[in-house]
C-alpha cells in the first residue's frame, strides 16, 4: 500500500484530554488551602516559634511537605491552561496574569525548604538553638529569599489578574470572577495579621472556587470550541 492510498485514522482525544484538565484545575489551590489551614506555626513565626511548632505538629507537617509538590505540580499546568482560556477575550491581561503567576507558583516549592529543614531539625534530635540556627541561616540565603520574594509577588498579583481576565473573557461568571480576584488579597492580609488559620485555608478555597468555575466552562465546551479541527 503507496503512502496516501488510504486515510490515516487519527483517534480524537480532545473530550478526554479536556475532562482530565477540568479535574485538574481547582487541585493545586484545594492542596494549598489544605496546607495553610493544617501548617502547625504561623507564617509570621519567628524560627524559634516555627521549630516548636513543628515539634508538636510533625504529622501535619509530614502532610505539608508531601502536598507541596503536588500543589505546584498542579499550579503550573492550570495556570497555562487558564490563560489559554483567556486569551480569547483578554489577551493581554492573561499574558500579563501568567507572566507574573508562573515564577510565583513556582517559587511556592521554595516555601518547602525550610519546612523541610525544619521537619529533618526535629526528627534529627537538634536542640532548639542548634534547629533555630540552621533555620536563620536557610532564611538568610539570598537565593532562598528571591524565590519567595518572587512567590509572594507572583501568586498574589498575578491570580488578580488572571481572575479578572477571566472574568472579563466570560470564562468564569461574575461572582467566580470576584471569588478569584479577592482571594489572594486576602489570603496576604491574613497572613500579615495573624488571623486565625482556616481564615486564610478559606482564602485559597475561594481560588480553589475560581478554578473550578474555569473547570466547568471548560468541562461544558464543544471539542472543537476546545480544539478546532483545523489546529491539529
Request: aromatic share 4%.
Given at each position: 500500500m503507496t503512502i496516501g492510498s488510504a486515510a490515516v485514522r487519527v483517534r480524537d482525544t480532545r473530550a478526554f484530554r479536556r475532562r482530565a484538565l477540568a479535574v485538574l484545575l481547582p487541585l493545586g489551590p484545594l492542596c494549598v488551602a489544605v496546607i495553610r489551614t493544617v501548617l502547625p506555626y504561623g507564617t509570621t513565626d519567628d524560627a524559634a516559634a516555627q521549630l516548636a511548632g513543628v515539634a508538636t505538629g510533625q504529622g501535619a507537617q509530614g502532610a505539608v511537605l508531601w502536598l507541596v509538590p503536588?500543589?505546584?505540580?498542579?499550579?503550573v499546568p492550570a495556570l497555562f491552561v487558564l490563560t489559554r482560556l483567556a486569551l480569547r477575550g483578554a489577551p493581554v491581561l492573561a499574558i500579563i496574569?501568567?507572566?507574573?503567576?508562573?515564577?510565583?507558583?513556582?517559587?511556592?516549592?521554595?516555601?518547602?525548604?525550610?519546612?523541610?529543614?525544619?521537619?529533618?531539625?526535629?526528627?534529627?534530635?537538634?536542640?532548639?538553638?542548634?534547629?533555630?540556627?540552621?533555620?536563620?541561616?536557610?532564611?538568610a540565603q539570598p537565593a532562598l529569599s528571591v524565590s519567595v520574594g518572587l512567590f509572594v509577588l507572583g501568586h498574589v498579583v498575578g491570580t488578580v489578574l488572571l481572575g479578572t481576565a477571566l472574568w472579563r473573557a466570560r470564562v468564569v461568571p461574575?461572582?467566580?470572577?470576584?471569588?478569584?480576584?479577592?482571594?489572594?488579597?486576602l489570603h496576604l492580609a491574613f497572613v500579615l495579621t495573624g488571623a486565625p488559620k482556616i481564615l486564610d485555608g478559606g482564602a485559597w478555597g475561594l481560588t480553589a472556587l475560581g478554578f473550578a468555575a474555569a473547570a466547568l466552562t471548560l468541562a461544558r465546551m464543544s471539542d472543537e470550541e476546545y480544539e478546532p479541527q483545523a489546529w491539529r
Open positions: 503536588i500543589a505546584v505540580l498542579t499550579l496574569a501568567i507572566t507574573l503567576a508562573l515564577p510565583g507558583y513556582l517559587g511556592m516549592a521554595a516555601l518547602g525548604v525550610s519546612d523541610a529543614a525544619a521537619l529533618a531539625a526535629v526528627t534529627a534530635g537538634l536542640s532548639p538553638s542548634d534547629g533555630t540556627a540552621l533555620l536563620e541561616a536557610l532564611a461574575a461572582w467566580a470572577g470576584v471569588a478569584l480576584v479577592a482571594s489572594q488579597p
